[in-house]
């Protein structure tokens, strides 16, 4: 499994003129279709954030001022519109310097815990708590500076921005990161130890920030406080980012945005005017969250002259849905390593998934079995004991989500020890869990909205041939994983001890999208009698692998957020569209779908869909021809996912675009 942790964690770290400056203290107003103070029905009003007293629709917390070698500057933002509370569990946290991972085999923390110290203490300005530099390491509280309220968001300044150095007069660009990213992947995408060390040596060290300014521009950037946050919130961070960058410029009329993978989901809906959006139910409860967390995002002001989405999921994403070896990886690696920090579409799993074998041992520390996967599945007893994420079954008859008893009590069920038990630990499914206090909490609200299924375009394909074995992520590492486990038989190795119930993957790789009408089974000849199912006609046991809520389920519960987003157009007022995509997979394509041989194309920059990073005509809806014709551009690029946003042929691409437009 070695090589799922090493590619994994790569794809993490990658999804990673002068004047006088203006008062820092005067956002221009700004429209509005719905105001914050109006009330809100009871069920709904648990799920919103207090609203702040100040005047604005923003104002500067405070600044922080970074080593020399890193930012020129961060400002800590906060929204006065009124945003969904956001949830977080360890992996969606904000990092401090000695919470980053660290091993000798990957010592991320020489590289990015400067950086991600910056973070936290950039969110401290207004939380003030000495956790955030705690030589102890002692937690910090809930909220505070490593879980911020979603009203906070980061503006980072390029140091030439920050001194003024840069050319004032000309558009200034504003930079959107997506998951498991923050702004630092814009300026040192390969991490920087402080003396201008890389991560693993890699020859890019600085980013899109330094290359900007290089040419004279003037760059921003924002930190979501959570990087799978709400994409509602996100969208009134970006409004409110643009309206502080042009406090900043006043002589400029509009900022170019450029925004990468989950970060167009924060664009985009500003720019759709989402508080016009219309069609939501008046009775299902994610719909009618959704109609108000639309509401609150400003009207589109036209301050935007480039928009330019680098491979993002317009269309939405059901990468981990088709995928079991990513749901197994996240589950089977510690909170704070960056390949754990990613949603997964399951509710419950069997434990022998779990990269173990044989009994635990003390000297031995397994590094691809952490979290909730430690010790787990090694021994036949333990093989389908089921390690539980969420506690919800279903939804009830107005949407709400239904469960029957606590977390905890599941898994103690189980056999786990209450002692072992942390609820932030285990509630890491996509779809969240109801917690002690009777509480729905996700802590992946904006991969639920991104949640959209594509199977109609590109159908779970059969790689049964052994041809697809170095090319399928599922068909070299997940099921060969899973049949030498339940084959594995030490009384006799001349008989199997288990098998799969179906020989067709297709199976069980359709299981996360309808685990109802494609449930994924297996046999053994040790019956455990917990969880048994049936029996085969070998007396073998029968035992359910995993289970989820569905598709459709994170659908509705995403509020149907794709399905809209999908039903507009970007504003007509938008000068230039530039839409930027890859068009490889990289060494290691995560996703290989869409492929009709072993040597066909790939219909996907490695992680989406090409149906939903080359969304010109979705974009575009509402546009004249003629404005189509002058205004919008579409552009593939031989790059895989992970590297559109830090690879110099692409900011030539559109540093060339910007100057098409000066």
Not at 49 to 59: L, Q, S, V
Not at 302 to 312: A, F, I, K, N, T
Not at 378 to 400: A, Q, V
Not at 614 to 632: E, H, I, N
């Amino acid at each position: 499994m070695r090589s799922t942790w090493t590619l994994s964690l790569t794809a993490a770290l990658l999804m990673a003129g002068c004047g006088a400056e203006p008062p820092s203290e005067a956002p221009p107003a700004q429209e509005s279709l719905a105001t914050a103070e109006a009330p809100l029905d009871a069920d709904l009003a648990p799920y919103f954030d207090a609203i702040p007293t100040f005047t604005g629709n923003y104002r500067v917390v405070g600044t922080l001022t970074p080593p020399t070698w890193s930012w020129g500057q961060i400002e800590l933002l906060e929204g006065k519109q009124r945003f969904r509370t956001e949830y977080y569990n360890p992996r969606t946290l904000k990092l401090r310097a000695y919470d980053t991972f660290q091993s000798s085999d990957y010592p991320l923390k020489t590289y990015f815990g400067s950086l991600n110290q910056q973070l936290v203490d950039g969110f401290n300005l207004y939380y003030a708590n000495s956790c955030a530099t705690s030589a102890t390491g002692a937690a910090c509280p809930t909220p505070g500076p490593t879980r911020p309220e979603a009203r906070f968001v980061l503006l980072h300044k390029g140091r030439a921005t920050a001194a003024r150095t840069c050319n004032v007069n000309l558009t200034p660009t504003l930079l959107v990161h997506g998951a498991i990213q923050d702004a630092n992947v814009w300026l040192f995408p390969n991490g920087n130890n402080g003396s201008g060390g890389t991560y693993g040596g890699a020859a890019q060290l600085t980013g899109m920030v330094q290359d900007l300014e290089a040419k004279g521009r003037c760059v921003y950037a924002v930190t979501f406080g959570s990087f799978h946050g709400d994409n509602f919130n996100h969208a009134i961070h970006v409004a409110n980012a643009v309206q502080r960058i042009k406090a900043l410029h006043p002589s400029v009329a509009r900022v170019d945005v450029v925004a990468w993978s989950k970060g167009v989901l924060a664009v985009d809906p500003w720019l759709e005017n989402a508080a016009t959006w219309g069609g939501f139910s008046t009775t299902r409860f994610f719909e009618r969250l959704a109609k108000e967390q639309a509401s609150q995002v400003p009207a589109y002001d036209d301050s935007v002259r480039v928009y330019v989405p680098l491979s993002g999921p317009h269309k939405g994403i059901d990468l981990n849905f088709r995928h079991p070896i990513h749901t197994l990886t996240i589950a089977s690696t510690a909170s704070n390593a960056p390949v754990g920090r990613g949603p997964m579409p399951w509710t419950y799993f069997s434990a022998f998934q779990c990269v173990t074998f044989g009994y635990d041992v003390p000297w031995f520390k397994n590094p691809y079995a952490e979290s909730v996967c430690a010790g787990s599945g090694g021994t036949w007893p333990d093989y389908f004991r089921r390690i539980y994420l969420s506690n919800i079954t279903g939804l009830s008859s107005t949407g709400t989500p239904v469960s029957s008893t606590t977390l905890q009590t599941l898994n103690t069920n189980q056999g786990l020890s209450a002692s072992s038990f942390k609820f932030d630990d285990y509630n890491m499914s996509l779809f969240g869990a109801v917690n002690d206090s009777g509480k729905y909490v996700t802590a992946y609200p904006g991969q639920l909205q991104a949640a959209y299924d594509l199977r109609g375009t590109y159908p779970i394909p059969d790689r049964s041939a052994s041809s697809w074995d170095s090319i399928d992520p599922d068909e070299n590492r997940y099921f060969p994983w899973m049949d030498t486990k339940l084959i594995y038989n030490p009384l006799n190795p001349w008989i199997a001890a288990g098998y799969m119930q179906s020989s067709d993957h297709r199976v069980c790789r359709t299981t996360a999208f309808d685990p109802v009408g494609s449930p994924c089974f297996a046999f053994h000849a040790y019956n455990t009698n917990m969880n048994r199912e049936a029996y085969d006609s070998l007396n073998y046991g029968k035992y359910r692998i995993m289970d989820g809520l569905g598709m459709a389920a994170a659908m509705e519960m995403g509020g149907k957020f794709i399905t809209r987003l999908a039903e507009h157009g970007v504003d007509s007022r938008l000068p230039s569209l530039y839409v930027l995509y890859g068009t490889t997979g990289g060494s290691q394509p995560f996703e290989t779908d869409g492929m009709t041989s072993t040597t066909s194309a790939l219909r996907s920059d490695g992680v989406l869909f090409e149906t939903s990073i080359a969304a010109m005509t979705q974009l575009t809806q509402g546009w004249t021809t003629t404005k189509k014709t002058a205004d919008a551009k579409q552009e593939g690029m031989a790059y895989d996912h992970l590297s559109m946003g830090i690879t110099p042929a692409v900011w030539n691409k559109i540093s060339a675009h910007f100057v098409s437009r000066d």
